[in-house]
């Protein structure tokens, strides 16, 4: 999570030394009304600066994901991004009404406004004469915002009404940049904050327009089948095998896609569970955890159209620089986050590896099928597999997960599953002497 921190606080402590280079706040009188302003235009500048950076992020620019650490780590960071702007955004607008608010509560004196007489220059008379007009957009799309932002943050409102609701923050975020290049002051414009608004706006309007007209991710889009549909009612999973028919520039183990099948108004991100060998076929499994997944098993049929845009993810079993020699790796797959190592195995088949990897798969329950699948996989991969049922053998912790692999303090360890397990694990490792780089999480959630 590192990479992803590190961007959080240079957007934000970039942005705050520029203001703070263009306001002259540091060296002027400092009365309650040029505090006030002052801090209206550097809350109003970050938020609009991280908000045209999360818009910016919500296109996948696949060229930012080795960077950043895939597009799941991405997307943690276009969620604290939201949330900042979210909290500046409301600091903004507080500080704009704290004086009325002040006058009304007897604690200011009302201060008579003096008129300056229209400016010469004709863009600067047009820019005065749009305040008005750009002062009630801005209200108006920051109510609009921090309702749709809010609904975004709530984990118990519906995917497919979240992925539509949350297109419309980019019409919010036109409306603020008209309100923004009205009022952000004109000597701004000669400072260096003022180009780099310029273009963390033009950026954000551009990926706003992308995202408005579904454009995001087109040039990553393969068109396809259903050709086998396999539904493992016992352990709420369907099989999805699908047959590409259009150019797919492959994909490594542990990547994952958007598909998008017959019907559906937005896409949705599942792991690729399948080695791809050049022959144009995807496998998927995907775990029934909402209205949507628990649909698919009724819905989904032989021959339909489906599309498929990527693959997206980091998450590519190798090892990292800098961190010491690891000897091995520990897999470990909670429930449905088993997909990404079923397609490592299917690699492994294929092209052997000496290096020992121990895979341990925790589920509540698991099928013959599936357990003959991947004991098949494991086997034909050279791979160590532990199988934990929940009702048989409990949950696992790091004393389980040492004790399972002695050497465990010489493995680089990979994990994919529910957040709270890999935290847990995590820190576990970690107080025992695990390097921190050395242990891999996939973002479970990508909202």
Sequence with gaps: MKPIRIAWLACFLVLTGLWLLADPLLWQQHTFIAIRNAFVNYTGLVAMGVMSVAL??????????????????????????????????????????????LV??????????????????????????QRGAAETAGEWAFYAAVVLIALALVKRFPYRYFFSTHRLLAVAYLV????????????YWGQLIGPLMALLMAGGSMA??????????????????????????????????IQLATRWAGHAAGQFAFVRFDGDAEPHPFTLSSAWQDDGRLLLLIKELGDYTAS????????????????????????????????????IGGGIGITPFIARMKHLALHPDSEPVDLIHTVPRLDDHAAASLEHDAEAAGVQLHVMLDARDGRLTG???????????????????????????????????LRAAAFHQELFNLR
């Design 399 to 433: 004393e389980r997960l040492r004790a399972m692999v002695p050497d465990w303090t010489v493995r680089s360890i990979w994990f994919c599953g529910p957040t709270g397990m890999g935290a847990a694990l995590r820190r576990d490792l970690r107080a025992h002497g």
């Design 176 to 187: 603020l940049v008209f309100h923004a290049l009205i009022l952000m002051p004109a000597t």
């Design 296 to 331: 698919l098993p009724t819905r989904l049929h032989v021959g339909d159209v489906v599309r498929v845009e990527g693959p997206y993810g980091c998450f590519n079993f190798r090892g990292v620089k800098g961190v010491g020699q690891a000897s091995g790796q520990i897999w």
């Design 56 to 101: 910016m992020l919500a296109t996948r620019p696949a060229v930012l994901e080795p960077a950043l650490g895939g597009l799941d780590k991405m997307y943690r960071l276009h969620k604290w991004l939201g949330i900042t702007a979210l909290v500046m955004a409301i600091m903004h607008w507080a500080w704009t009404q704290a004086p009325q608010w």
């Design 208 to 241: 706003a327009v992308l995202l408005l007209f579904r454009r995001a991710g087109r040039s990553r889009q393969a068109f396809g089948v259903v050709e086998q549909v396999t539904h493992h009612a016992e352990m709420n999973v369907l099989e999805v095998n």
């Design 104 to 129: 009304g509560l007897g604690l200011l004196q009302r201060s008579q406004r003096t008129r300056a007489g229209p400016p010469d220059d004709a863009l600067l008379r047009f820019l005065q004469s």
